[in-house]
């Protein structure tokens, strides 16, 4: 009778560790992978490039420190924002109308 009830407890844990999984192959890899992409993206910006912040500034890079990048995005107009905050990179049409 023990025999039974630990054999029952295993089933009982087969359907938790399936959903498990699969939310793990759905949500977690893709979102790894798409983390990456962004730091290599980061890790790449150099002074011209045409970027877009997470706070929806669009501007060009004038500057790269450790941390933080100097963007400008007026004529006299710079300001030093995270590197984490850079969402991507924006094409030319974005910025110019």
């Given at each position: 009778?023990?025999?039974?009830?630990?054999?029952?407890?295993?089933?009982?844990?087969?359907?938790?560790?399936?959903?498990?999984?699969?939310?793990?192959?759905?949500v977690?890899?893709?979102?790894?992978?798409?983390?990456?992409?962004?730091?290599?993206?980061?890790?790449?910006?150099?002074?011209?490039?045409?970027?877009?912040?997470t706070?929806?500034?669009y501007?060009?890079?004038?500057?790269?420190?450790?941390?933080?990048?100097?963007l400008?995005?007026s004529?006299?107009?710079?300001?030093?924002?995270?590197?984490?905050?850079?969402?991507?990179?924006?094409?030319?049409?974005?910025?110019?109308?």
């Amino acid at each position: 009778m023990g025999a039974a009830q630990g054999s029952a407890g295993w089933v009982s844990l087969v359907p938790l560790v399936l959903v498990f999984a699969v939310f793990y192959f759905i949500v977690m890899v893709p979102a790894r992978k798409q983390q990456k992409k962004k730091e290599a993206m980061i890790a790449a910006l150099k002074k011209g490039d045409r970027v877009v912040t997470t706070g929806g500034i669009y501007g060009t890079i004038a500057g790269v420190e450790d941390k933080t990048v100097l963007l400008k995005v007026s004529e006299n107009v710079k300001i030093r924002v995270a590197k984490s905050a850079i969402a991507g990179l924006a094409g030319p049409s974005a910025i110019e109308p």
